[in-house]
């Protein structure tokens, strides 16, 4: 941007030096009787004047450039932080449980969406231990069910497809918590190599349409 605004000062400088060559000739014609050396006097003060007017110019364009993008960043700045206290102020708030049974799926904050589903397991019959957090190996519910047997899950409030990376680390979690089997649930969708993935490992992958489904059926009979 730096070498545009450098090469509108020089055009500027280009014009008005050609319209004092011009004035000049003229002056000379209109007034041929006067010495020479006012006439070359005029034409170099012309060519200077040319040249500081262009290169005034490209400062002046360069100050501006560098003034709206300070501001530009200022005003980003600003949004940042407030879309950041937002999104904190909204993590902070914890909805309760009937808040959460009548909320949007979609629009609940990851530990929501956790604290969710582990209802959703204690009214199916399972005893439900929150795991989650730093070093949950991707494990964020284990679910034991009558026979005593443990499920590890993943539970993914996510818009984007989740990928075979988490079906791999689930597997991994799997066994560290002694887990008899793995299941993935998601308000999205998975890729195909998550599926294949899941599926050479034995994981259950629970995708939007058959969690709300399941959530749904849920909620009727919670409000019934």
Known sequence: MAKTYYAEGRQIAYALRALFVIFTLSFYLLFPKLHWGIFVAVFFIGIIAAEWIGASWTRKRRVAKKTSTSKTTSVTSTR???TTKESKARAS???TD???ITADIHALSG???ERLMEMYYKDQGYSVERIGGSGDHEVDLI???KEG???AVQCKRWKQ???NDIVLRLKAGKQVHGCYDAWVVTTSNFTVKAREAAESLNIKLINGIALENKLNTWKKKKRS
Do not use: A
């Open 98 to 100: 009937p808040q959460l």
């Open 80 to 82: 940042k932080n407030v």
């Open 93 to 95: 708030m914890k909805l």
């Open 161 to 163: 497809n989740v990928g």
């Open 111 to 113: 530990t929501d969406f």
């Open 143 to 145: 679910l034991r069910g």
């Open 149 to 151: 047997y443990k499920i």
